[in-house]
């Protein structure tokens, strides 16, 4: 039997349209957005823009905000410094039971449908979405980074 998928995505240099091209070439259902700050100075990755965009490719969106990254850790991710940002993130975010809680959510929905995790970063061993895609392969998901090409 194969394995559920998790896909994640980041949408650092990315066009919206190409963006919502990759998600659903993919066959992503609901995106799972884990910024903490789900706004965005790039044109069409704010919340309200993403999810209205998102609705017109008949893909759901859900925000998961308390598996967001805190602003140490996204500084930290910025500064290149991956591991402060794992360490951050795991003892500052996954440690405790608010994200514990969206985490089971984020499974039970990965268990579902096809679901894509969210953030920035294209690359995503600099990101904590990385972090919660490993979380998840411990449950027996496969994890597919996909690229905004």
Known sequence: MDRPQIFTIGYEGA????????????????????RA??????????????????????I???HFIRLGTPKAGRQA???????????????????????????QELEALALTRPICLLCFERDPANCHRRVLAQHLAEKGFETVDLAVL
Not at 20 to 29: E, I, Q, R
């Open 15 to 34: 066009d919206v349209d190409r963006f919502l091209t990759t998600l659903k070439d993919a066959g992503v259902a609901v995106l799972a957005d884990v």
């Open 37 to 58: 700050v789900a706004l965005s100075r790039k044109r069409g990755f704010s919340k309200s823009a993403l999810r209205d965009a998102l609705a017109g490719q008949d």
């Open 77 to 103: 991710a910025r500064a290149g410094d991956g591991e402060l940002m794992r360490r951050i993130y795991c003892d500052e975010v996954l440690a405790t039971g608010p994200a514990q809680e969206s985490l």
């Open 60 to 62: 759901g969106y859900q």
